[in-house]
């Protein structure tokens, strides 16, 4: 497990990498003051799909009302950015990097999410839909029933809110596996890793439902990962796993 430091790089990357997809869309043109403005992407199933393991009544508040005004912040933060490049105003400019980065983050990490999960009774939500991927679990951790003891243990050791991720480390021809967690602000995935699914631990992912029963969300979400995507991801790059996102500009 990794602490925080690495993840600064992390999401100043993914932010070039956003950006730079905002841009092919649609050219960023500060001398008009526009900005790129994203939009809500639809979830890949209903609210009530994910049901029993998580509640239609979470899943709707979580989409349409989180990670809507993750949106709406975002879109309403680069647009004041971009008349504060257009005023040449640094000081509004540096003031706006810590709203961009949260309300980017909460955007990525969400789109990333729910492409992660499907209904339990899917052939995607069976581990045997991902058979290389589980054959690298295999070697790194000796079998699924570890790795998911260890995923889940890394998910309960998060204080307040975050994010559990299992990765793909790429260093030159060599790739692993590594679980990562990360708080508050810190990014999902820097420049050679690639995010295969994550586990969203703020409250507004299970309180509703759970409440306090962290440990019984934690056991249940395993109902709903969608292998077929974490296969795709980890088959695939960092760019294919972050191509939800073009979907949504
Ligand atoms: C996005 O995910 C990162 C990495 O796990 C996490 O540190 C950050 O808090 C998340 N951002 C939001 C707004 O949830
Ligand atoms: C992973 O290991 C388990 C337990 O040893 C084994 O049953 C399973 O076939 C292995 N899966 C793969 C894809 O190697
Ligand atoms: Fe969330």
Known sequence: MRGTLNASVVLFSLLRTFT???SAQQPFQYGEMSAPQYTLPSLP??????????????MELHHSKHHQTYITNLNAALKTQAEAVHS???????????????????HINHSLFWQNLAPASSSEAKSSAAPELLRQ???????EDEFKEA?????????GSGWGWLIKVEVGKEQRLAIVTTKDQDPVVGMG?????GVDMWEHAYYLQYQNGKAAYVKNIWNVIN??????????SRADALSVLKASI
């Open 20 to 22: 730079v997809l905002a």
């Open 45 to 58: 199933y209903a609210y009530d799909a994910l049901e029993p393991h998580i509640s239609a009544q979470i």
């Open 88 to 106: 040449s105003d640094i000081t509004s400019q540096v003031s706006l990097q810590r709203a961009i980065k949260f309300n980017a983050g909460g």
């Open 137 to 143: 679990i295999n070697s790194t951790w000796s079998d």
């Open 151 to 159: 995923f889940n243990a890394a998910l309960l050791g998060i204080q």
């Open 193 to 197: 890793e690639v995010p295969i699914f």
């Open 227 to 236: 292998w077929k995507t974490a296969e795709d991801r980890y088959l695939g």
